[in-house]
T-cell receptor, first 116, second 117 residues
């Protein structure tokens, strides 16, 4: 079974600085998807960024980028120029691409606080 | 931008009662999901639904739970005889395609907070 581990329960960063959230996963699959979701206090789950395992290039979305290390099974999220609105829970998630399973497997989350 | 809509936002019920959580997925989406998040814990998959039938369910999704798409727009989660441990945030989600490929991410609703007393 796939597992996703986020080793940092809480992190904080000063506004305008850069922060990196860690995520590791365990799978025997060769191809899969990885995601970062943001959950602000409103509790909505918002997709931040997505990476397909067969793509070597790291995904980027504006201030958000990932460092995908397939061999190490690591998928960290970097937030540049942190803003107060980035304060949220961040969940790393994994999904297989084959085998009939459609579910996302989530990590336990990292609570990020951006301080003014 | 179209959204997944969930109602109610908060539901309080007594142990042993039945509850129905409602969701309106995005109109052109074909794949529907329920996830659950117990307070302070991770989000867990409950069930996926396609073509009017369950396509996958987790161990959590036992006989106490059922899903239905009664009228082509709503997607409901019914919990029979609720237990205290059913208290959680329940998220509905939908996607246009399976596998979340291409530009078809999983869209989540804002969730229904269920409190069982």
């Amino acid at each position: 079974a796939q597992t996703v581990t986020q080793s940092q329960p809480e992190m904080s960063v000063q506004e305008a600085e850069t922060v990196t959230l860690s995520c590791t996963y365990d799978t025997s699959e060769s191809n899969y998807y990885l995601f970062w979701y943001k959950q602000p206090p409103s509790r909505q789950m918002i997709l931040v960024i997505r990476q397909e395992a067969y793509k070597q290039q790291n995904a980027t979305e504006n201030r958000f980028s990932v460092n995908f290390q397939k061999a190490a099974k690591s998928f960290s999220l970097k937030i540049s120029d942190s803003q107060l609105g980035d304060t949220a829970m961040y969940f790393c998630a994994f999904m297989r691409t084959q085998g009939g399973s459609e579910k996302l497997v989530f990590g336990k989350g990292t609570k990020l606080t951006v301080n003014p | 931008e179209p959204e997944v809509t969930q109602t109610p936002s908060h539901q309080v019920t007594q142990m042993g009662q039945e509850v129905i959580l409602r969701c309106v997925p995005i109109s052109n989406h074909l794949y529907f999901y329920w996830y659950r998040q117990i307070l302070g814990q991770k989000v867990e998959f409950l069930v996926s639904f396609y073509n009017n039938e369950i396509s996958e369910k987790s161990e959590i999704f036992d006989d106490q739970f059922s899903v239905e798409r009664p009228d082509g727009s709503n997607f409901t989660l019914k919990i029979r005889s609720t237990k205290l441990e059913d208290s959680a945030m329940y998220f509905c989600a939908s996607s246009e395609q399976i596998r979340l490929v291409g530009n078809s991410p999983l869209h989540f609703g804002n969730g229904t907070r269920l409190t069982v007393t």
